[in-house]
């Protein structure tokens, strides 16, 4: 099938020919037959590079009204964003931030937004969302996430209430049940292992690969290595790159991808020196000298405490084959565009909080796709450490020769459950828990497991809501009478705010008016101590330093120490405070980064939710009569940009 063929503007056929893309990849041409540029729904269940975004563009540019593309991570949202504005007469919009407005998108052809900030605008009332004649989920498959998935089958659920007769595209990964999530969706199901470069993946153990398509390849490592998987995965790194290729190689950690990157640059695998002064010049903490001097060799590790402009230029320059090997945690493999000549994946188990887990297997499944780049490589190789032929054994039955997990919906958590269970009362989608029942009818946890009724648990988070006054309902919420959001709930869900972080926010501020000192510190304790805000690693040898800490501030803060059953977390959260009050006070990034062994952009990413949270404290405490002048205040402080000067 040529684009030529396609019902398209001219200008649009030319902007692909340009681009060398006359003829459809297989899985691409199925999606057409499927009906996608003739407002059909359809999910396109294939692997990575197979052509799935321009099978979303075929979706927006013919369904002849507003496109909305819903990504699940701002990186991977740039990308599109980018990607699309540069199609012939198409305007795109973007919008992921807490702070940007979800009402000034109705202009655009395109709108390229996360779930949640979709969420909001649904929950604001955003007009355009009515308008839209086509939404596109890019890795649909996450509904199985614990922390996105809940959003993502409510957003669906409610658009579809907004706008009934959109289109709906959902793109996904190689999963167990895509036809369960088109069956939800009422569309046509396109799956495919179609690839445009091939694929062989192996396990490496005791100087040798085997692969699955039954060759082998052989290498050299040092038999006296004092680690023999690192070892194994430089000789893999060095091979794929002096072979003309690109490589990736995933570790468990942040540490780890550091020092295998820091062992890479030893070899002088390559060099970039220009790119490598970019990168001094974005940031000068510790972490950013260490990644120039790696990038300097043509390494670069990549992992979620870099700044996001450090992320970005690794990312980019990986693209422009300026950089031999980036050396990454799980998470580079989550949806942005980096592929390789060969993928290294050095550890398959990462620690959870309780111990060493597998990695799923639809997650090594991901890594492994990267390698591979179309046009650039002959093929593609996907390569799994082991640390002996057993292992070999357990690694082939485990990941190479295994089926991806199914997709199973998260919305049954409770605190997903009570976050929605708000919004969809304080935004009209129902005045009744039968109301509230009769929308969530529509999400795939309804879909997937018929069986189990979301009655009981409905019932006891209205409870709650009931008990925080956010919800107000006859007879306390016990039965099926009417509902309806206080100003306090309403508040709440406008801003965006898990129930519990508005309630221990609505805690905080009555707290406040029993101390006599009220500082910046006492707000940042209180948006610290929520759900809502990332925890930050609290090491053995730092407690008794930020106990003595909470103490000499005993007076500033909301919570008594020995009053507390939480008083782990809530000491990780006075660390947080003590950061974000530190950094309002005029520290630099290096200091911080070097005082309270955090990265550069975890330092960027809690700035900007405490941002969120004050802004949302501040209006919460407005709602129930309450100062919110503390939480203001030191938002103020709060509002450069975070940076190493």
């Known amino acids: 099938m040529r684009v030529r063929d396609l019902p398209l503007a001219d200008d649009v056929v030319a902007h692909y020919e340009a681009a060398g893309i006359t003829e459809l990849y297989p899985p691409q041409a199925a999606a057409v037959d499927a009906g996608i540029t003739r407002g059909r729904n359809v999910v396109v269940a294939v692997p990575t590079a197979s052509g799935k975004t321009f099978v979303a563009e075929l979706a927006m540019l013919t369904a002849g009204g507003p496109a909305l593309y819903i990504v699940p991570l701002r990186a991977l949202a740039r990308e599109k964003y980018e990607t699309f504005s540069a ?112 694929l062989r993946t192996g396990v490496y153990a005791e100087g040798r690969v085997d692969f699955d398509d039954g060759s082998t390849l052989a290498v050299t490592v040092d038999g006296d290595a004092e680690d023999a998987d690192t070892a194994a995965t430089v000789e893999l790194v060095r091979g794929a790159i002096d072979d003309g290729g690109q490589c990736l190689a995933f570790v468990r950690s942040r540490r780890e991808a550091e020092a295998l990157a820091t062992r890479l640059a030893e070899e002088r695998v390559g060099t970039a020196e220009a790119l490598a002064e970019e990168v001094r010049e974005a940031g000068q903490a510790d972490t950013g000298r260490r990644l120039a001097d790696c990038v300097g060799e043509g390494v670069a590790f990549h992992h979620a405490g870099l700044r996001a402009e450090h992320r970005a230029l690794v990312e980019n320059a990986f693209r422009d084959r300026e950089l031999k090997c980036i050396c990454a945690t799980p998470t580079l493999a989550a949806g942005v565009n980096v592929p390789a000549r060969r993928v290294v994946i050095r550890d398959q188990q990462r620690y959870t909080g309780s111990g060493m887990e597998w990695l799923p297997v639809l997650e090594v499944h991901q890594m492994c796709g990267r390698a591979g780049r179309p046009h650039l490589d002959p093929y593609g190789e996907a390569v799994l450490v082991a640390a002996d032929e057993a292992e070999r054994d357990e690694l082939t039955d485990r990941y190479v020769g295994a089926e991806p997990e199914a997709v199973e919906s998260q919305l049954a958590d409770r605190e997903a459950l ?19 029942l009769d929308l969530l009818d ?195 402080q709060l509002g450069a940009d975070v940076s190493d000067e």
């Open 87 to 198: 199609l012939p007469g198409v305007d795109v919009g973007i919008s992921t931030g807490d702070l940007d407005s979800a009402e000034e998108l109705g202009s655009y052809n395109v709108v390229v937004a996360t779930a949640e900030k979709v969420d909001s605008a649904i929950r604001s009332g955003a007009s355009w969302v009515d308008d839209l004649a086509c939404v596109v989920v890019d890795e649909v498959h996450l509904l199985g996430s614990k922390g996105r998935g809940p959003t993502l089958e409510v957003t669906m659920a409610t658009l579809g209430r907004r706008a009934p007769d959109v289109q709906v595209v959902a793109l996904s990964a190689t999963v167990d049940n895509p036809d369960e999530i088109a069956d939800w969706l009422g569309a046509e199901l396109v799956r495919s292992r179609w690839r445009p470069v091939d």
């Open 442 to 636: 529509a999400t795939f946890y309804a879909h997937d497991r018929p069986e189990e009724s979301l009655a009981g648990l409905v019932e006891s988070v209205v409870a709650d809501l009931v008990e925080w006054e956010m919800l107000a309902a006859d007879g306390g919420g016990n039965g099926d009478g009417p509902l309806a959001a206080t100003p306090l709930g309403e508040a709440v869900s406008r801003q965006y705010v898990a129930p519990r972080t508005g309630a221990r926010v609505v805690e905080g501020v009555e707290a406040m008016r029993e101390l006599e000192t009220v500082t910046g510190l006492t707000a940042l304790e209180v948006i610290c101590d929520t759900p809502d805000m990332h925890g930050t690693y609290l090491g053995n040898r730092e407690r008794a330093t930020m106990y003595q800490y909470a103490r000499r501030h005993a007076a500033e803060l909301t919570t008594e120490m020995g009053a507390t059953d939480r008083f782990e977390r809530w000491l990780e959260a006075v660390k947080t405070a003590r950061i974000l009050l530190e950094w309002a006070d005029g520290a630099s990034t290096e200091e911080l980064v070097e005082a309270y062994r955090i990265g550069p952009g975890d330092l960027e990413s809690r700035v900007e939710r405490a941002q969120w949270l004050l802004g949302a404290a501040a209006a919460v405490a407005d709602v129930v009569g309450e100062d919110g002048a503390a939480f203001r205040e030191i938002r103020a």
């Open 418 to 436: 009570r976050t929605h269970v708000l919004a969809i009362v304080a935004s009209g989608f129902a005045d009744s828990q039968a109301g509230v």
